[in-house]
């Protein structure tokens, strides 16, 4: 029997909507011999239908929908696997998983936290006369993030409207070569590295987006050796530190900087664009690892 994957989305899949992996990820879990559906998380009632497996792909409102996706996601699974797990995806919802990846040893922006406007206040006066970056510890697309002067009016307002939301803050200073749009993301398939993307540089020095709205321009580039091994070194912290089966996919941030060396950025292992629109193999690719995963699962 035809084994049936639902891809888990944000709003109804169309083609040539914001998403752009499900356009080309659902063809080929097709031509892989899938059964496979777009599934809007929120519109989704646990148990129902006739899944397999569920593939969180973008489900890209969490950030203003968190306790409604938790609880989502943790029903779901007790009907029917989800990939990546519940668990990784407790563990990587918050960027505070960061600090666990420190502590394994993986190299990292130096980063101040805050929960309170007085740690606040003492974070940008480490940093004062720079520039830094602000970021609550859950978010995406940028959300309630700036690049801005630590002694400005605007770090502090940014600051405080993180706070009255009820989120832990990121200081973080800048790194000159993220902000020219040296990021590169490595991108993981089943713990194998499938390819590298330049998005190019997101924040605008002084608050607000490159552009005046987020926007990536995803380009294929090759890691270099070092980057690669460092991407891999992650990869070995992520299943240490998380305690979670190893993810189906992931995506690792980084960028090499002259002054900390190769630093992680983020791990992106629930919600991450794999731009597989730009690498259409790599579709392939993860199409042939669903299928491998749906089939652990029923000989298990």
Do not use: C
């Amino acid at each position: 029997m035809t084994a049936h994957v639902g891809v888990v989305v944000t709003d109804e899949y169309l083609p040539g909507a914001e998403d752009p992996d499900t356009p080309v990820l659902l063809p080929a879990m097709r031509a892989a011999g899938l059964k496979a559906t777009p599934v809007v998380w929120h519109a989704h009632t646990p148990g129902d239908g006739d899944y397999d497996l569920l593939v969180l792909r973008s489900p890209w409102d969490y950030p203003w929908r968190e306790a409604e996706f938790r609880a989502w996601l943790t029903e779901a699974h007790r009907h029917v696997p989800v990939l990546n797990t519940p668990a990784l995806v407790d563990w990587n919802l918050d960027k505070v998983y960061l600090r666990d990846l420190e502590a394994h040893g993986v190299n990292t922006v130096p980063t101040r936290w805050a929960t309170t406007e007085e740690q606040l206040r003492a974070a940008l006066d480490a940093h004062r006369g720079n520039w830094v970056v602000l970021k609550p510890t859950v978010s995406a697309g940028a959300l309630h993030t700036g690049l801005l002067r630590a002694s400005s009016e605007e770090a502090l307002d940014l600051g405080r409207r993180i706070l009255a939301e009820d989120r832990m803050i990121m200081v973080q200073p800048e790194v000159p070569e993220l902000s020219a749009g040296a990021e590169k993301a490595l991108y993981f398939i089943d713990g194998r590295h499938t390819h590298t993307i330049s998005k190019g540089a997101i924040l605008a020095r002084g608050g607000g987006l490159a552009g005046g709205e987020y926007s990536e321009d995803p380009q294929p580039v090759t890691a270099t050796a070092a980057e690669a091994d460092f991407a891999e070194s992650v990869m070995a912290a992520i299943d240490a530190a998380s305690g979670a089966e190893p993810p189906l996919y992931a995506r690792i941030d980084l960028v090499t900087s002259a002054e900390w060396g190769i630093v992680l950025l983020e791990a992106e292992l629930f919600e991450p664009a794999l731009n597989l629109h730009r690498v259409p193999e790599a579709a392939t690719a993860l199409a042939a690892a669903i299928v491998q995963r749906v089939g652990a699962r029923a000989g298990g």
